[in-house]
């Protein structure tokens, strides 16, 4: 059976996902987007994704995880 913080991780994970998704759809249909930058722009999503996926299921196994799910700032993880 899985925790509610492994739950809860998982459902920030595919909202963080569907966001991500959202944004390369923009990045990718904008036509004064120079191509050179649109990869730039897609490495760092990736980047982004990645870490704040890495921090997420980090923050679910914790045993400090009955504090408040990290919130992700410029790719710093603060709690608030």
């Known amino acids: 059976m899985m925790t509610w913080h492994m739950m809860s991780a ?4 595919a909202t963080v996902e ?3 998704q ?12 120079a191509p050179d930058v649109r990869d730039s722009l897609h ?11 890495e921090r997420l299921l ?3 196994r914790t ?6 799910m990290p919130i992700l700032h410029d ?3 603060c709690s608030e």
């Open 10 to 13: 998982l459902g920030s994970i």
């Open 18 to 20: 569907r966001i991500i």
């Open 22 to 33: 959202k944004f390369r759809e923009l990045i990718d249909t904008d036509d004064s987007i």
């Open 43 to 53: 490495a760092m999503l990736d980047r982004r994704a990645s870490f704040a996926k």
């Open 58 to 60: 980090e923050w679910s």
């Open 63 to 68: 045993e400090d995880a009955e504090r408040k």
């Open 75 to 77: 790719g710093v993880a």
